[in-house]
Structure formats: structure tokens, C-alpha cells
């Protein structure tokens, strides 16, 4: 005697479907769109030098994103600005007073506001 599953009672009610109604399986996780790069609302980017052994660093705040969004976006930074940096907490710093070049960057990259001071 076969043991019968509950996916045989599937299949039954598969078979019963006319022809060329039957839809494919789908996984719900693959019908979602993909998920894009965030685009943060606003930035701000100031210069600083305190603490630092009187070299100057820029830092990027109030981008509002995640840890792994945020590692993105400072390797993406550094490779636009040819500068090294690294993530501090919720702020980006980057090495050297990058504050005019960054403002195009940031907007180029959808930040909509960007406050340097």
C-alpha cells in the first residue's frame, strides 16, 4: 500500500484544471522586484581636524543608511574620490578636505540634500 502525501491531493486538483490553466510553481521570494540601491534624503559633510593629529579627514553624516549600505557606499566614495577612508559608527570618513568634490558626488549619487559646512 502507498502512503499517500498531501501534495498528492495537489496533484489531483492540478490534473482536474483544464488545459492551459495550470500556472508555474513560483517561489514568492523571486516575484519581489529586486531591492535597489537606497538613495538617502539628505547629507551632511563637514571638515575636521581635531583629534586627528592635525590631519584633516571629511566626514559624512545623517545618510540614514544600514551597516552593509553604508560599507557600499564608503567604498564607492573612495573609489570616485581616489581617497582612502572608512566607516565610523553612522558616519563615513574620508582622508583629506574633500568637501567640494563630495557635494557633486553625493548628488550625482541621488542624495537629494547635501549640507556641507
Do not use: H
Not at 567604498?75 to 582622508?95: F, P, S, T, Y
Request: proline share 7%; aromatic share 2%; hydrophobic share 40%.
Amino acid at each position: 500500500m502507498v502512503k499517500k502525501g498531501p501534495w498528492d491531493a495537489l496533484e489531483a486538483l492540478r490534473s482536474s484544471l483544464p488545459p492551459g490553466e495550470t500556472r508555474p510553481a513560483t517561489n514568492p521570494s523571486q516575484s519581489e522586484a529586486p531591492a535597489q540601491d537606497p538613495k538617502p534624503a539628505r547629507a551632511v559633510v563637514r571638515m575636521e581636524r581635531k583629534g586627528r593629529g592635525g590631519k584633516e579627514v571629511t566626514v559624512v553624516e545623517k545618510l540614514g543608511l544600514r551597516d552593509k549600505e553604508l560599507e557600499a557606499w564608503c567604498r564607492e566614495l573612495k573609489q570616485a574620490l581616489g581617497c582612502g577612508g572608512a566607516v565610523d559608527g553612522d558616519a563615513i570618513v574620508l582622508q583629506g578636505d574633500l568637501r567640494a568634490r563630495l557635494a557633486a558626488v553625493l548628488t550625482a549619487k541621488g542624495v537629494a540634500k547635501v549640507s556641507v559646512g
